[in-house]
């Protein structure tokens, strides 16, 4: 697929991918934050940093409404800075439609490899202290699946070479939210 921006990357490995992601989340960013930063600095897009800031409202599910989980979001923010339009040419356009299927690809693949078969962060969290514990563990997870995932897409796409032997795996279990205990009156 031909790409609307310019990158210089030649190589790319998405485990590298997923570690930084998972790293630029706990180092402050939010999810999809983390993830669009990750996927610009790897395959060195040619954009400005202010496509960081453009995502930073989807993150915990747009804007903390608890819908699709702001990892996912931004994958397929990061996969439209590659492939989107920019011209209004209707719902039959191939290149908005090749988007397309390659954001239901990534929401596909999250939602078996998040092992908890969501895509909505309500879903995904509930149960858990917001930012705390096991949700946190779970979120930088789901971060670092995500960009991970979006870089073997765009390696794909583009014809970087992944330098990866092995795919970006889901998680085999799902984070759990801990048990309180009922204290008996």
């Known amino acids: ?10 190589e790319v490995s998405p485990h590298a991918v997923l570690e930084n992601a998972e790293e630029l989340y706990a180092g402050g960013f939010f999810c999809c934050e983390a993830v669009m930063k990750s996927i610009r600095d790897a395959f060195q897009a040619d954009v400005p940093e202010s496509v960081i800031a453009m995502s930073s409202g989807m993150s915990i599910g747009a804007g903390r409404s608890g819908c699709m989980c702001g990892a996912l979001n931004g994958g397929i923010l990061a996969l439209g800075m590659f492939f989107g339009r920019t011209t209004p040419d209707g719902p039959k356009d191939p290149k908005v439609n090749a988007l397309m299927a390659l954001s239901k690809e990534l929401h596909d693949w999250f939602r078996e490899a998040n092992a908890k078969h969501a895509a909505c962060c ?16 779970q979120c930088i997870a789901f971060t670092g ?6 870089a073997e897409i765009l390696c794909r796409e583009l014809g970087v070479k992944n330098v990866d032997a ?17 204290k008996a009156v």
């Open 166 to 182: 092995e795919p970006i795996q889901g998680l085999e279990a799902p984070f759990l939210p801990p048990v309180h205990e009922v």
């Open 122 to 137: 309500r879903v995904l969290t509930r149960g858990f202290e917001m930012a705390e514990g096991e949700h946190k563990k």
């Open 1 to 10: 697929m031909e790409s609307i921006i310019t990158y210089h990357a030649k």
């Open 145 to 150: 699946l995500c960009a991970g995932k979006v």
